[in-house]
């Protein structure tokens, strides 16, 4: 699936190339994660992402558009305590996201949505070690991304974003009440920088 999303990225580059400004950049973030509707809280759900995406200003040097490809380990934990049973779910996906990004001095500010391609899934229900999951996990995810980039210099960005699934990841578990049918959504935060390629 990753060489098919490769694919992907190479066949959509002639639309950046094709103008003066284009570029391309590299990035790297860490992430925080949770599992809404899994009856946990918090972004306890550590893991990072890299990437690479082509991209050129398309409006009197303000207003551009991204194409990117990257990795994120996405998931939820929850430590075991009197009230909770220990609870973690490992979720590896394959993106490529699409951004449309206004400039304003040094800052982005950008808006994404993105198609995943969830290569792995594990979890882990009683704190024995990642299993399969009971419920499996949608192969396939939409999810939409709101953030922000600051030229610290040169080539050289700070950038943060928030994530969350626009469409549900699985459905919830058997034993959970039906207060929310809209199923389980993963929701994250990237924090990270990224190296523009001139």
Same mark, same amino acid.
């Given at each position: 699936m990753i060489r098919r999303l490769l694919v992907l990225l190479v066949a959509f580059s002639p639309f950046f190339v094709v103008a003066q400004d284009f570029g391309a950049s590299v990035d790297v973030g860490l992430v925080a994660s949770q599992l809404d509707g899994d009856r946990y809280g918090g972004y306890h759900k550590f893991g990072f992402s890299f990437g690479a995406s082509v991209n050129h200003l398309l409006v009197s040097d303000v207003i551009g558009a991204r194409l990117g490809l990257r990795y994120v380990r996405k998931g939820s934990h929850q430590e075991a305590t009197e009230t909770t049973p220990f609870y973690k779910s490992?979720?590896?996906?394959?993106?490529?996201?699409?951004?449309?990004?206004?400039?304003?001095?040094?800052?982005?500010?950008?808006?994404?949505?993105?198609?995943?391609?969830?290569?792995?899934?594990?979890?882990?229900?009683?704190?024995?070690?990642?299993?399969?999951?009971? /419920?499996?996990?949608?192969?396939?995810?939409?999810?939409?991304? /709101?953030?922000?980039?600051?030229?610290?210099?040169?080539?050289?960005? /700070?950038?943060?974003?928030?994530?969350?699934? /626009?469409?549900p990841v699985r459905k919830h578990h058997a034993a959970q009440d039906g207060r929310r049918v809209s199923g389980q959504h993963n929701n994250l935060i990237i924090i990270g920088m990224s190296y523009d390629i001139k």
């Open positions: 490992e979720l590896h996906y394959a993106e490529l996201p699409l951004t449309a990004f206004y400039r304003w001095h040094k800052f982005d500010f950008d808006a994404s949505m993105a198609l995943g391609y969830l290569i792995k899934a594990k979890e882990d229900t009683d704190g024995y070690g990642l299993r399969e999951p009971n /419920v499996d996990f949608n192969k396939f995810e939409i999810s939409s991304f /709101v953030g922000m980039r600051y030229n610290i210099f040169e080539s050289l960005w /700070v950038q943060a974003c928030i994530g969350y699934s /626009v469409l």
